[in-house]
């Protein structure tokens, strides 16, 4: 089973552009039928998805995202990054990373990381 863990800058100021980079290990994002995922859970709220990047490069996102924010990988070092632009107060919550083969539910996921929106 993979571990996924999540790193990002904790505070950021409205209208900046956000980057969390979630890094695998034990395991490689290029393996087949692998679906790598953000996912996020605003305070006293539930879960949202926000997009994912598939094994081979291929990119899924929420309507929010596709709007203002992209998702990519590095594939030399096994990871993949969210980067939401023009944040606002809105886009606090803690962000998770999760992975799921084939769309069969998510098998691992990240201890989340707290992004706080603030000037």
């Known amino acids: 089973q993979v571990q996924l863990e999540e790193s990002g800058p904790g505070l950021v100021k409205p209208s900046q552009t956000l980057s969390l980079t979630c890094t695998v290990s034990?395991?490689?994002?290029?393996?087949?039928?692998?679906?790598w995922s953000w996912i996020r859970q605003p305070p006293g709220k539930g879960l949202e998805w926000m997009g994912a990047i598939a094994y081979d490069g291929t990119t899924y996102g929420s309507p929010s995202l596709k709007s203002h924010g992209s998702i990519a990988r590095n594939t030399s070092k096994n990871h993949f990054s969210l980067h939401p632009s023009s944040v606002t107060p809105e886009d606090t919550a803690v962000y998770y990373c999760a992975s799921e083969y084939g769309f069969r539910g998510y098998d691992s996921w990240g201890q989340g990381t707290q992004v706080t929106v603030s000037s």
């Open positions: 034990g395991g490689s994002i290029t393996s087949d039928y692998y679906y």
